[in-house]
């Protein structure tokens, strides 16, 4: 399940349909599948894409999406630090990036064109779609692992664009865990 902060507000936001409703206003869409499908945790990708063929043919007809893949980032990755590093520094696509988390977590910072930055920890059965053209990285929590369905709307995927702001080191990648409880109460 998503945990959403926004940092220079000192807000955080635990409420899947806060989180949706929060995103949205941003241009960011974010969902949960639920109940998430059953399957092996090393099931090759042919079997991940043919569980959620249904769901996958949903978003490909409403984005025009073209293709999809799995990610699996864990420790044991050859080149590990090389992949994070393209993704942890401000950049944007010239397509939407679409995450489905099926496995571990990761870290979206977001730069809106209007507002704060906002951090969405993302978990498995969360859903995010982050428009083409928006300011955004991305990081591993402390467990250094993730799987994901990607869909693309260009065969050859996208490639980062980084704006060199500097915007990013001011955010630290910190995750909160599934067991985080906010000692604040969330705003719906």
């Known amino acids: 399940m998503a945990v959403l902060r926004i940092p220079d507000e000192n807000q955080t936001i635990t409420d899947p349909k806060a ?4 995103l949205s206003a941003i241009g960011i869409h974010y969902e949960q599948w639920e109940p998430a499908h059953v399957m092996a945790e090393d099931a090759p990708e042919e079997e991940v894409l043919e569980t959620y063929a249904d769901e996958i043919e949903k978003l490909k007809e409403s984005g025009g999406y073209i293709t999809a893949d799995v990610i699996d980032v864990n420790p044991k990755t050859p080149n590990l630090e090389a992949m ?10 010239d397509e939407d990036e679409v995450r489905f988390i099926i496995q571990g977590r990761g ?3 977001i730069k809106p064109s209007q507002g704060p930055v ?18 955004h990285w991305f990081n591993l929590c402390g467990e250094r692992e993730i799987r994901a369905i990607r869909l693309f709307q260009d065969a050859a995927g996208w490639t980062p664009r980084y704006t060199d702001s500097g915007v990013d080191k001011g955010y630290e990648p910190v995750c909160l865990g599934p067991q985080y409880i906010p000692s604040q109460p969330s705003k719906n």
């Open 19 to 22: 989180i949706a409703k929060y």
């Open 107 to 109: 870290l979206f910072h």
């Open 84 to 93: 994070l590093a393209k993704f942890d520094r401000e950049h944007w696509h």
């Open 118 to 135: 906002v951090a969405i920890e993302v978990a498995a059965g969360d859903l995010i779609r982050v428009p083409r053209g928006t300011r």
